[in-house]
């Protein structure tokens, strides 16, 4: 890399969402405090930058709106709290939610959104809000192919959401916008898009990006690929998308395998692949987030010797080349 890109690259942080039970995302700071988070600190041998979780909408309880004893833990560590915020009530999954955005877009949870906001404001503190996250996929209840491929309404949603919250006075809430990654979904009639639904720079802080290489098998067979594969077609239209906005790997991960033979035949050697990839280009990607969770896949940075010490080692070497 020539000098001169390597002092336009930010210097990247890193961030996690771990859980050892597999999966408490709601509530899991409030249950294990800071231990899954000081766990992964012990393995990758440095502070998590950012804990991320995943608070649902307390509709039902305004005066709980925001996660403030979670948020205090996570600024206590020293760590940006991110908050993947799922638009479901604290009782339902958010694959099947009875927060709709036809209601939001109508204002049927304005005085929530307006108390998030005014108690995120009092808070004080930075942190990201990502949520609708994933809209591109079929899995969520705000995704695109559940909601019409109604790009108009998912868009009134979000800026409705992010007008009050600001509107409260939450100038300290970073909105993250994050699809999942174009490869693999269905684009043919172009109704999936992820273009049509930016909201635009103006309600947009930073650009997300969820991928995972899900080889060899969820859902059905699965193929292998590299970190390249999963992110360089999303990132590309990402930052074609806006020059000025901030961009992050909100959500990836590897899980274990074997595949002898091929260029990247397990785990380890997809890790230190990553890191490699990393240092050739992806420029504009400032944070990346690493999904440490037994789930799907075994996701986790230990789930192998080989592992760990390929994620070590390439968290040591960007530290050293890291840019002040």
């Given at each position: 890399m020539s000098s001169i890109r390597a002092e336009l690259r930010p210097r990247r942080r890193w961030g996690a969402y771990a859980d050892l039970d597999n999966i408490k995302g709601d509530l899991i700071l409030e249950r294990n405090g800071l231990r899954d988070v000081l766990q992964l600190e012990s393995l990758w041998g440095r502070p998590i930058e950012s804990v991320m979780w995943y608070p649902k909408w307390r509709v039902g309880s305004p005066e709980r709106a925001f996660p403030r004893a979670a948020a205090d833990l996570v600024r206590s560590y020293g760590a940006i709290p991110h908050l993947?915020?799922?638009?479901?009530?604290?009782?339902?999954?958010?694959?099947?939610?009875?927060?709709?955005?036809?209601?939001?877009?109508?204002?049927?949870?304005?005085?929530?959104?307006?108390?998030?906001?005014?108690?995120?404001?009092?808070?004080?503190?930075?942190?990201?809000?990502?949520f609708f996250h994933e809209f591109n996929g079929g899995w969520y209840s705000w995704g695109a192919p559940r909601n019409g491929f109604d790009a108009a309404l998912y868009i009134e949603?979000?800026?409705?959401v992010v007008?009050?919250?600001?509107?409260?006075?939450?100038?300290?809430?970073?909105?993250v916008w994050s699809p999942n990654v174009v490869n693999g979904l269905p684009e043919?009639?172009?109704?999936?898009?992820?273009?049509?639904?930016?909201?635009?720079?103006?309600?947009?802080?930073?650009?997300?990006?969820?991928?995972?290489?899900?080889?060899p098998y969820f859902d059905g067979p699965q193929p292998l690929l590299s970190f390249e594969d999963i992110f360089r077609l999303t990132y590309e239209r990402c930052v074609a998308l806006s020059g000025r906005t901030r961009?992050?790997?909100?959500?990836?991960?590897?899980?274990?395998?074997?595949?002898?033979?091929?260029?990247?035949?397990?785990?380890?050697?997809?890790?230190?692949?990553?890191?490699?990839?990393?240092?050739?280009?992806?420029?504009?990607?400032e944070w990346l987030f690493w999904f440490h969770v037994n789930k799907e896949r075994e996701w986790r940075v230990d789930s192998s010797p080989a592992a760990l010490a390929a994620f070590r080692r390439g968290l040591e070497r960007r530290a050293l080349s890291a840019t002040p």
């Open positions: 993947v915020w799922e638009a479901c009530l604290p009782h339902e999954e958010p694959t099947a939610s009875s927060i709709s955005l036809a209601a939001v877009a109508r204002g049927e949870h304005d005085d929530f959104l307006r108390a998030f906001g005014a108690q995120a404001a009092e808070w004080g503190g930075v942190f990201f809000l990502r949603a979000w800026i409705r007008s009050l919250l600001r509107e409260a006075g939450a100038a300290n809430a970073q909105i043919s009639d172009g109704r999936n898009a992820i273009e049509r639904y930016w909201p635009g720079e103006n309600y947009v802080d930073w650009i997300g990006m969820d991928g995972y290489n899900f080889f961009l992050m790997v909100a959500e990836f991960g590897c899980g274990e395998y074997d595949a002898s033979g091929h260029r990247l035949p397990n785990k380890a050697a997809w890790i230190a692949d990553m890191f490699e990839t990393l240092e050739r280009g992806y420029e504009r990607i």
